[in-house]
């Protein structure tokens, strides 16, 4: 149980171009979706909080105007990466969060490969 | 500082033998610690929670020091398949946001 599914698993765009990845949680009902970042040889960085059917708090640092994430159901959350440019490449993980303590545990997606060329 | 630390290894081991590292976090009001491993251009999986207490799971060993801390991994008679980046994963004490490590990379050699 608790699979959390990502599409596309990858995408390679054209700079200037938006990218929307979506975020499902398959077999429970994520009351909290996370999103991070993760370039290469570095850890995950908290990009930003979603919780259904409010506006997602964004960490410092994150530009909310760029990266856009809109959790409609307790299924589904998705990001949108608003005039990406090549160094926005890189691997963005969701995960999901079935309750709404500090102790939670998150079951993160595969995962969406981004290439911005 | 980095609020949580790792060495990024790698440790290279030979297979059947133990391995063990440490990862250390700056926040003492964390609340719960784990254990994720990530294989190459995967996502991470959860490997174990950490408890005070310690806490074992089968060939895995977690131990926690708040005092000091640190918590690490214990890894007894390794097989090639336990070759990971293994990430410290810590509760910054605010709901719900995990602090990743680096992560330290494992390489079992037959």
């Known amino acids: 149980g608790a699979v959390v599914s990502q599409h596309p698993s990858w995408v390679i765009c054209k700079s200037g171009t938006s990218v929307k990845i979506e975020c499902r949680s398959l077999?429970?009902?994520?009351?909290?979706m996370f999103w991070y970042r993760q370039f290469p040889k570095q850890s995950l960085m908290l990009m930003a909080t979603?919780?259904?059917?409010?506006?997602?708090?964004?960490e410092q640092g994150v530009e909310k105007d760029k990266f856009l994430i809109n959790h409609a159901s307790l299924t589904l959350s998705t990001l949108t990466v608003t005039s990406a440019h090549p160094e926005d490449s890189s691997f963005y993980i969701c995960?999901?969060?079935?309750?709404?303590?500090?102790?939670?545990?998150?079951?993160f997606g595969p995962g969406t490969r981004l290439t911005v060329l | 500082r980095k609020e949580v630390e790792q060495d990024p290894g790698p440790f290279n081991v030979p297979e059947g033998a133990t391995v063990a590292f440490n990862c250390t976090y700056s926040n003492s009001a964390s609340q719960s610690f784990f254990w994720y491993r990530q294989d190459c251009r995967k996502e991470p999986k959860l490997l174990m929670s950490v408890y005070s207490s310690g806490n074992e799971d089968g060939r895995f060993t977690a131990q926690l020091n708040r005092a000091s801390q640190y918590i690490s991994l214990l890894i007894r008679d390794s097989k090639l398949s336990d070759s990971a980046t293994y990430l410290c994963?810590?509760?910054?004490?605010?709901?719900?946001?995990?602090?990743f490590g680096a992560g330290t990379q494992v390489v079992v050699t037959p």
């Open positions: 077999d429970f009902q994520a009351t909290t």
């Open positions: 994963v810590v509760n910054k004490g605010s709901w719900g946001k995990l602090q």
């Open positions: 995960s999901g969060a079935p309750g709404a303590g500090a102790t939670d545990t998150q079951y």
């Open positions: 979603s919780n259904e059917g409010s506006k997602a708090t964004y």
